[in-house]
């Protein structure tokens, strides 16, 4: 069961996080390449840091998988998943659609999530027992609710640029040409806008499970739902590959699409 407590912890979790990625946002930060290639700042490698922190002081029986320092405790029932910059290459880009991920997965499955997006203010946080939130850059709450899409055809997507491999390609291609208005994702940004129900599928291969776990609870507190290409739930050990649908009528035809 997820408490107030437990959505209180996240909130600080991600207001930490938050704060050094303002501090370096915009700035002149030195970029390392990991490797996978991918980047790597030291606003990554702090806010993470700052967050484990404060696990290791106030749940230390938690579990921490994070992007950067890896796992501590992941057998434990309850594990905290971390992305400190999800979208560094915005990030480093001065694109304010970087955001850091605070999961909860309670017996491997995701209960509790934070979409915090630093550079516009904005965050979306829901858990079991508890509809999903959106707070402005006010301050201010308020429900966030997926919308109603039964057809593809009808529907605003953000998928990933092609990837290396051709099956996954060709699904990604003929998912866009099925839809009404297909977009490239903006990182975790783009599920916090199918949550408010501003699109309607987000699809996505190759991700970490730190980019996932703190997706799941948000979109389904908000009437969404998030699985995994064969439809299966999110765990810890999903591959990498989702569909997000703020209609859960989109996900088998999606799914049949990229299959086919």
């Given at each position: ?7 209180a ?18 700035t002149p930060v030195?970029?390392?390449d ?7 700042t030291i606003a990554d ?5 700052v967050?484990?922190?404060?696990i290791?002081k106030?749940?230390p ?7 950067e320092?890896g796992?501590d405790r ?9 992305d400190p910059i999800d979208?560094?290459?915005a990030f480093i ?28 203010g904005?965050?979306?946080?829901g858990?079991d ?17 997926a919308r109603?899409?039964?057809e593809l ?14 099956t996954?390609?060709a699904g990604?291609?003929?998912l866009r040409?099925?839809?009404?208005r ?8 783009a599920?916090?806008?199918l949550?408010?129900?501003h699109?309607?599928l ?22 969404g739902t ?19 649908a703020g209609d859960?009528r989109?996900?088998?035809?999606a799914?049949?699409?990229?299959a086919?």
């Amino acid at each position: 069961m997820i408490s107030a407590a437990d959505i209180a912890f996240a909130h600080r979790l991600a207001d930490a996080a938050a704060k050094i990625a303002r501090q370096y946002f915009r700035t002149p930060v030195a970029i390392d390449d990991k490797d996978d290639t991918s980047p790597v700042t030291i606003a990554d490698r702090e806010a993470e840091r700052v967050m484990r922190d404060l696990i290791a002081k106030e749940r230390p029986q938690d579990g921490v998988i994070g992007e950067e320092f890896g796992k501590d405790r992941p057998g434990a029932s309850r594990v905290w998943v971390l992305d400190p910059i999800d979208g560094t290459k915005a990030f480093i880009s001065g694109n304010p659609v970087f955001g850091t991920l605070v999961g909860l997965a309670v017996d491997g499955a995701p209960a509790l999530g934070v979409i915090e997006c630093p550079g516009l203010g904005e965050r979306w946080v829901g858990a079991d027992g508890h509809p999903t939130v959106f707070r402005d850059r006010t301050g201010a709450d308020f429900p966030a609710r997926a919308r109603a899409c039964p057809e593809l055809g009808k529907a605003a997507l953000y998928s990933q640029a092609p990837l290396s491999g051709a099956t996954t390609f060709a699904g990604m291609d003929r998912l866009r040409k099925a839809v009404k208005r297909p977009m490239h994702v903006c990182d975790c940004y783009a599920y916090g806008l199918l949550a408010s129900g501003h699109v309607d599928l987000v699809v996505e291969a190759g991700l970490g499970i730190y980019d996932i776990v703190a997706l799941v609870p948000v979109i389904e507190n908000a009437g969404g739902t998030i699985l995994d290409w064969r439809g299966g739930k999110v765990t810890l050990d999903t591959d990498g590959r989702v569909i997000a649908a703020g209609d859960p009528r989109l996900q088998e035809p999606a799914r049949a699409l990229l299959a086919a």
